[in-house]
Each structure stands twice: as structure tokens, then as C-alpha cells.
T-cell receptor, first 111, second 114 residues
Framework: SQQGEEDPQALSIQEGENATMNCSYK?????LQWYRQNSGRGLVHLIL?????REKHSGRLRVTLDTSKKSSSLLITASRAADTASYFC???????????FGQGTRLTINP | GAGVSQSPSNKVTEKGKDVELRCDPI?????LYWYRQSLGQGLEFLIY????????KSGLPSDRFSAERTGGSVSTLTIQRTQQEDSAVYLC????????????FGDGTRLSIL
């Protein structure tokens, strides 16, 4: 079974607004990553946050990690129509490089 | 090319036939992964290769599934005696394989079993 669960399953907002997606996991992790998937395409890596980090930024992306709550959030600021995609969190743990993915959040940005 | 390449992009076959899916990873990446994604779902880990080490096959759903990686580069995922529940998108990824890190994905093979 998959370790990650994402919330919400679907999110629809207006262009220019901020989008927040959440991810929860069950066991101790080494790293947590966020990926984007456009329809019919493979996944694109967005950002990686290590278990000893609490927050990370990359352009319009902000990721937080709370290991005590086993949760992470991805914030996309000033959303654009091109941000429309599915977003997945993925975790790995010490000694294992395979990733365990959540079910994903389907984000729609309305122009 | 610079990215992970998968072929074919689409495959339609009859139940009971064998299929082979191919993955060309990014040059220099020592780690290679296969995942399966059912419609509207997240990714399910299948198998992982790291250098010359024995592969991690813990995600293969049955003995009808097998994979090999020749010369530390190209990988082939084989599904024997296909069943309708095997219909999914099969995604391959590669990475530098050092301490985890970002995985780079191909666009997948969409497999449909009639």
C-alpha cells in the first residue's frame, strides 16, 4: 500500500491565487520530494526536502516539512494556467532509494 | 537525447500475450526504476536496479513480471501471459543513485490489454 496520502484530491483556483497541497506519510523518512505530472506525460521533479530541513523554497514553490506530524505542504504562489497538473509527494527512507508516492492532487488553474 | 526514453509509447495487445517494454535511462545514471500507474492513481513501485547490485524486485506483483538491465544501461520490463488488470501506464525513471535524490522520468508506455 502507498505510504503517502494527499489532500485535497482535487483543487480548482483562479489564476494569480496561491495553491496549497498537503501530504501525510506513515513512517520515518530520509527525504520527501514533490513531483508534477502533466496529462499523458511522465513526472517532473520539483523539489526535495531532507528530514532535517523544515522549509525550502524554489522560485514560486515553498515546501514545508513537519516530521513530528509526518506531513508536508507544497505552496505554489501566484499560480498560472501552466501550473495545471497533478502533484505528487514521494518519500524514501534510510537504506532504500525507491520512492513511495501519494495518490496526488489534481490542480486546475482557471484563467 | 538528454532525457529518459521509453518505447513503445502505446501498446495494445490481447490477453494472454507477452509484452516487452523498453527504457533508455539518462547516460551516467546508475539507478533505474520501474513504476506502474493505474488511471487516476499514484505510482506503484515495481523494481529497482542500482549498478551491479542485485535488483530490488519487492514491488513486482506476480511472477509474470520480470525485468533486466543489460550493461548497466537499457532495461526491459517483460510481462508474460498478460491479464486485463495489467492495463496501466508503465513509467521508468533513472537517477544518479547516490543517497536518494531526484528521479528523472520518461513519458511512460500506456499498456492496454484487450
Amino acid at each position: 500500500s502507498q505510504q503517502g496520502e494527499e489532500d485535497p484530491q482535487a483543487l480548482s483556483i483562479q489564476e494569480g491565487e496561491n495553491a496549497t497541497m498537503n501530504c501525510s506519510y506513515k513512517t520515518s523518512i530520509n527525504n520527501l520530494q514533490w513531483y508534477r505530472q502533466n496529462s499523458g506525460r511522465g513526472l517532473v521533479h520539483l523539489i526535495l526536502i531532507r528530514s532535517n530541513e523544515r522549509e525550502k523554497h524554489s522560485g514560486r514553490l515553498r515546501v514545508t516539512l513537519d516530521t513530528s506530524k509526518k506531513s508536508s505542504s507544497l505552496l505554489i504562489t501566484a499560480s498560472r494556467a501552466a501550473d495545471t497538473a497533478s502533484y505528487f509527494c514521494a518519500t524514501d527512507w534510510q537504506g532504500a532509494q525507491k520512492l513511495v508516492f501519494g495518490q496526488g492532487t489534481r490542480l486546475t488553474i482557471n484563467p | 537525447g538528454a532525457g529518459v526514453s521509453q518505447s513503445p509509447s502505446n501498446k495494445v495487445t490481447e490477453k494472454g500475450k507477452d509484452v516487452e517494454l523498453r527504457c533508455d535511462p539518462i547516460s551516467g545514471h546508475t539507478a533505474l526504476y520501474w513504476y506502474r500507474q493505474s488511471l487516476g492513481q499514484g505510482l506503484e513501485f515495481l523494481i529497482y536496479f542500482q549498478g551491479n547490485s542485485a535488483p530490488d524486485k519487492s514491488g513486482l506483483p506476480s511472477d509474470r513480471f520480470s525485468a533486466e538491465r543489460t550493461g548497466g544501461s537499457v532495461s526491459t520490463l517483460t510481462i508474460q501471459r498478460t491479464q486485463q488488470e495489467d492495463s496501466a501506464v508503465y513509467l521508468c525513471a533513472s537517477s544518479l543513485g547516490i543517497g536518494g535524490g531526484a528521479q528523472h522520468f520518461g513519458d511512460g508506455t500506456r499498456l492496454s490489454i484487450l
